[in-house]
């Protein structure tokens, strides 16, 4: 049998994860500016397998507006670059020898408009996942017995706090994202 102290720990670290899941999902979402997650999804034919690309190469952001790849193994050069050039990144590397630089475009303002949309999406998408491990933990506090009804309806109280703490930070995380993909 459960404790109420037992119940918030848990409810708090499934919350805990939605707000970690909003974030990586907002890390890979392109706002202008060149980082080196923006790859991250990208998956290399190499080897008789598709790999992730930062297994195959060394990426790194020399600039605001692009990115590089150092491939590990010369012979993938091409491989990396058809990956990310049919990747749904709009990205148009252009490979120099060793050295595969990829260009990130200016966002248009009707594209900026289109992910903030994604962002909001997504960030709702965090914020179902806190209220169902709210949910969750309401209901096995609710049938938790041998308990007074006054410790009950603090641990209610408690719960709806760490709710919407966590539900504040997704918050937060949207403006954020928001700003910085409206940002010119």
Do not use: C, W
């Not at 080897?47 to 990115?67: D, F, K, T």
Request: hydrophobic share 35%.
């Amino acid at each position: 049998m459960s404790t109420i102290p037992e119940l918030l720990k848990h409810a708090k670290d499934q919350m805990g994860k939605a707000v970690e899941s909003t974030k990586r999902e907002f890390s890979s979402i392109r706002t202008g500016k060149a980082t080196t997650s923006l790859l991250d999804t990208v998956r290399v034919e190499a080897y008789g397998q598709h790999l992730p690309l930062n297994q195959v190469g060394l990426v790194a952001a020399p600039e605001a507006r692009s990115l590089t790849v150092q491939p590990f193994d010369k012979g993938l050069a091409h491989a990396i670059e058809k990956a990310i050039r049919d990747s749904d990144l709009g990205l148009n590397p252009a490979n120099q020898g060793g050295l595969i630089r990829v260009p990130i475009p200016a966002l248009t303002e009707e594209r900026r408009k289109d992910l903030v949309k994604v962002i909001h999406k997504l960030g709702e998408e965090g914020r179902v996942a806190v209220r169902h491990a709210r949910g969750d933990a309401h209901g096995k506090l609710k049938k938790l017995e041998k308990i007074a009804e006054d410790d009950r309806t603090r641990g209610e109280k408690d719960l709806q706090k760490v709710t919407d703490d966590h539900i504040k930070q997704i918050d937060q995380l949207i403006a954020a994202k928001e700003a910085e993909i409206m940002e010119v």
